[in-house]
């Protein structure tokens, strides 16, 4: 699939800020050749430029906007074009201060930083409704222009009157009476209930911070109002010109909004990969980015864009590490493996002031060439170009898993109190289960509980802390097991309605029959604590955290508990179910432990992993049509013996036996 219709190729370049030196005319005829030198054929531009663009309200400046983009055209350079609305001119904030967000504890911001902005705001609307428009009648014909780039990094809510009156409306519309609200939202606890809706007010630190139902439905708001203004802005540039896509950049483990649900609304997905990287042993790293690149490639089921990544470090981080040799080429390599059809950097060029005046770039304060990171940089640029013509038309290897991962469950499950209060930890043990997986060079989606979702394809469906169950979610995994699938859940699933009521019957909810369990009581235990698992085999697996009771009703234990109480008890059961066979894993187990089991379970399914070779600690393997990336993120070298000839597709070697280096990646093609 083609995510740039304009230019169907690897995107390599990233965020250019030139109205930061329009002053310097020398400097913006330097940076065109550079780009050429370092491969870059794409940049975003004017992303936080609305200052530039409108230095007065209502008078625009446009003629360094059209020189620099002449300037890369000619230099066959493409443009990826954002609209300014991630950071409003002092002049719109003064002028008219409702623009400005109002935070938690009810007081309204002043002028600075990005982000600051009211959606639901009318004149911020009407503001941005008309630069946008400008923009896109000025430049969407110019054959430069591939891609709209929405905003930045989306981020954060709102509490004005103007957002407090949105929030009564959607939830009027929700629950359509008081009554049906004031029931699932269970406010006969501590004399909480509404008698009007002018009483609700969002969740503050201030005020209401206690009613878990109230905390979820403003989530659920605040990305309503998110995926509004994106589609507001969207539509506003593609009324000029509707055949350039539009992206947002998403970020990591974001928790603020449901990106399956803001990705609806987006033509395609981009995000923004910044790993801490050791440059030791950086295994979990690895596994951890491996894992947002899946994520944003099965938001909407295509490829997508990297959109920032650092050739180097950041400036944010509490150690701002470098990256190390070969570490630049290997993340990039990364993203391309999972599905990304760029790698683009945040920035070109430092900048001379202010907050990421240290932020790495491509090019340093000193604008030189010779740098570790500008070759650095032109490596990716050189391999990127020679796999274009054989991978760019390649979509990543079908995976046969799908994890579970739904950000109402999130929300849910981080805010209950229970357990390990604040420490339950929803994406951490996801990303735990995905670990395993990706060890054994497995592909992985993820998918949610929306109702559009389907499972029919997957022969293994991985359900971590599935608490909230939505939509049915229960008749979909019956179904899936039924017709075959194999089903893993774990612990604290089935628990609450779609509200964040409870479910007034046994866990998991309407699922017991196929499970042939209940889970009775969850002990959480402390820090300093473990218990031990006994399987069926002999072996022992370790439990810490969370240890569920589980009472069987007909399934078949695989693992029990050796010490405190329940000594003896099921931890770990399976149970057959029609044509298929679901597992109920009822205790928080370790990473070896888990590796254990997923390495017993996909062996006995037979699933296809990127290449059948044994894959040492630390090293992963992926595949891309029929080119396989073999990554190396020990920190030490591997070799790894492979399964017939391959071709190098970065040497041109053929190969049968691999020595790696640490944080080298190696790009193979079968031999014929």
């Known amino acids: 699939m083609t995510l740039t219709?304009?230019?169907?190729?690897?995107l390599h370049g990233g965020d250019y800020n030139p109205d930061q030196w329009l002053s310097r005319p020398d400097i913006l005829e330097q940076d065109v050749q550079l780009m050429t030198k370092a491969g870059v054929n794409a940049v975003s531009l004017g992303i936080f430029s609305w200052a530039a663009l409108e230095p007065e309200e209502d008078h625009f400046s446009f003629s360094w906007l059209d020189q620099i983009i002449e300037r890369l055209w000619q230099s066959g350079i493409h443009v990826i074009l954002a609209t300014p609305s991630g950071a409003r001119p002092a002049w719109l904030a003064q002028k008219y201060p409702e623009v400005l967000r109002v935070g938690e504890?009810?007081?309204?911001?002043?002028?600075?930083?990005?982000?600051?902005?009211?959606?639901?705001?009318?004149?911020?609307?009407?503001?941005?409704?008309?630069?946008?428009?400008?923009?896109?009648?000025?430049?969407?014909?110019?054959?430069?222009?591939?891609?709209?780039?929405?905003?930045?990094?989306?981020?954060?809510?709102?509490?004005?009157?103007?957002?407090?009156?949105?929030?009564?409306?959607?939830?009027?519309?929700?629950?359509?009476?008081?009554?049906?609200?004031?029931?699932?939202?269970?406010?006969?606890?501590?004399?909480?209930?509404?008698?009007?809706?002018?009483?609700?007010?969002?969740?503050?630190?201030?005020?209401?911070?206690?009613?878990?139902?109230?905390?979820?439905?403003?989530?659920?708001?605040?990305?309503?109002?998110?995926?509004?203004?994106?589609?507001?802005?969207?539509?506003?540039v593609q009324a000029v010109c509707p055949d350039i896509p539009c992206t947002t950049n998403l970020m990591e483990r974001f928790w603020d909004y449901d990106y399956f649900d803001l990705a609806e609304v987006l033509d395609l997905v981009s995000w923004d990969s910044y790993p801490a990287w050791t440059g030791k042993d950086d295994e979990k790293v690895a596994c951890e980015f491996a894992m947002n690149h899946d994520m944003m490639r099965s938001l909407k089921d295509q490829p997508f864009l990297m959109m920032e990544s650092t050739p180097s470090n950041v400036n944010w981080k509490a150690v701002n590490k470098l990256k190390r040799p070969g570490a630049h080429l290997l993340s990039s390599m990364q993203a391309v493996a999972h599905g990304s059809q760029s790698v683009l950097y945040f920035q070109w060029r430092q900048s001379r002031g202010n907050a990421e005046m240290f932020h790495g770039a491509v090019v340093s304060h000193s604008g030189r060439d010779d740098t570790r990171v500008f070759q650095d940089v032109a490596q990716v640029g050189h391999v990127l170009k020679s796999l274009d013509s054989v991978l760019y038309p390649q979509q990543v290897q079908k995976s046969e898993i799908c994890i579970l991962y739904d950000w109402n469950c999130r929300w849910a499950v981080e805010y209950a109190q229970t357990g390990l209060n604040g420490q339950m930890d929803y994406h951490g043990r996801a990303m735990a289960h995905y670990h395993s997986l990706w060890r054994l060079g497995?592909?992985?989606?993820?998918?949610?509980?929306?109702?559009?979702?389907?499972?029919?394809?997957?022969?293994?469906?991985?359900?971590?802390?599935?608490?909230?169950?939505?939509?049915?979610?229960?008749?979909?995994?019956r179904e899936f097991v039924g017709n075959g699938g194999v089903l893993v859940i774990t612990y604290f699933s089935g628990i609450a309605d779609a509200t964040n009521l409870a479910f007034l019957s046994d866990a998991p909810h309407d699922l017991t029959d196929v499970f042939g369990l209940r889970e009775t009581e969850m002990d959480a235990l402390y820090p300093d604590e473990e218990n031990q698992?006994?399987?069926?085999?002999?072996?022992?697996?370790?439990?810490?955290?969370?240890?569920?009771?589980?009472?069987?009703?007909?399934?078949?234990?695989?693992?029990?508990?050796?010490?405190?109480f329940y000594a003896g008890t099921p931890a770990i059961a399976s149970h057959v179910y029609q044509s298929g066979e679901a597992w109920y894993i009822g205790a928080r187990l370790d990473q070896t432990s888990l590796d254990d089991f997923y390495a017993k379970l996909t062996g006995k399914l037979q699933l296809t992993r990127a290449i059948n070779a044994l894959l040492p600690h630390g090293v992963t393997a992926h595949r891309r049509g029929d080119t396989v990336f073999i990554e190396n993120y020990s920190g030490l070298p591997a070799s790894i013996d492979l399964p017939g000839t391959w071709s190098d597709l970065i040497t041109h070697a053929e190969v049968q036996h691999l020595d790696l280096e640490p944080f080298q990646v190696r790009i193979l093609h079968p031999e014929t």
């Not at 219709?5 to 690897?10: G, K, Q």
């Not at 982000?115 to 639901?120: G, I, K, R, Y």
């Not at 069926?536 to 069987?552: F, M, N, Q, R, T």
Request: proline letters at 6%; one cysteine or more; a positive charge.
């Open 533 to 564: 698992i006994r399987m069926e085999d002999g072996s022992l697996y370790k439990a810490y955290g969370i240890c569920s009771l589980l009472a069987p009703e007909g399934c078949s234990v695989k693992g029990v508990y050796t010490k405190d």
């Open 5 to 10: 219709p304009r230019f169907p190729h690897f």
């Open 442 to 477: 497995l592909p992985v989606d993820f998918r949610d509980m929306r109702k559009q979702t389907d499972f029919s394809r997957y022969r293994l469906i991985i359900c971590p802390q599935t608490y909230l169950f939505m939509n049915d979610i229960e008749k979909k995994l």
């Open 105 to 236: 504890d009810f007081t309204r911001n002043h002028f600075g930083g990005r982000h600051n902005h009211c959606p639901t705001s009318p004149v911020y609307r009407q503001k941005v409704q008309k630069i946008d428009t400008l923009l896109a009648q000025r430049y969407a014909n110019h054959p430069s222009v591939i891609l709209w780039h929405i905003s930045n990094e989306f981020s954060g809510d709102c509490r004005c009157p103007l957002c407090q009156a949105r929030f009564r409306a959607f939830l009027q519309e929700r629950y359509g009476t008081l009554d049906e609200l004031n029931r699932a939202w269970c406010t006969g606890f501590w004399s909480m209930s509404y008698s009007d809706w002018s009483q609700i007010e969002p969740p503050s630190p201030r005020g209401q911070m206690s009613n878990l139902s109230l905390l979820l439905d403003w989530r659920r708001f605040s990305t309503k109002q998110c995926k509004d203004f994106i589609a507001f802005e969207k539509a506003t």
